[in-house]
């Protein structure tokens, strides 16, 4: 396969967050690999998005406009197109407060379902392992 990219990306382990529009809530997501020209996310499952998202670092506190340049089961390739820097002694608006507190009790519904998965799953190994 013939590398299109005139820069190399870097392998990241970052989480992010997808906002598809502001009336929506965010996608969580795994950023991968990733330059100033754009990056490869992964999602916990395939899922559809529109061809322009932003995509929120909070590890960098960036926010950038991309729009889908591929696709491929859970991972999307992304072009950045913009980035909408955030002012750092702004405070958060009153919606921005409201998502995040979404994403947060999202991501501890999940850890939550992941962490019972997980004792199930030793639970049974060690009904195994007596047996």
């Not at 005139?6 to 392998?11: G, I, L, Q, S």
């Not at 330059?35 to 995509?55: D, H, Y």
Request: contains cysteine; charged residues 30%; positive net charge.
């Amino acid at each position: 396969m013939n590398e299109r990219r005139t820069a190399r990306r870097m392998k990241s382990f970052l989480r992010g967050f997808v906002y598809v529009d502001k009336d929506r809530g965010a996608c969580s997501c795994l950023i991968r690999d990733m330059n100033e020209q754009g990056a490869r996310i992964i999602f916990s499952e395939a899922i559809t998005l529109p061809s322009i998202i932003s995509l929120h670092i909070p590890q960098k506190d960036q926010t950038l406009r991309a729009r889908v340049s591929w696709r491929r089961n859970d991972e999307i390739g992304l072009a950045f197109t913009e980035v909408e820097q955030r002012v750092p002694d702004a405070s958060p608006t009153a919606i921005e407060i409201v998502q995040r507190v979404a994403l947060l009790e999202a991501e501890i519904s999940s850890l939550r379902s992941m962490l019972k998965r997980m004792k199930a799953e030793t639970a049974g190994d060690y009904d195994e392992a007596v047996a």
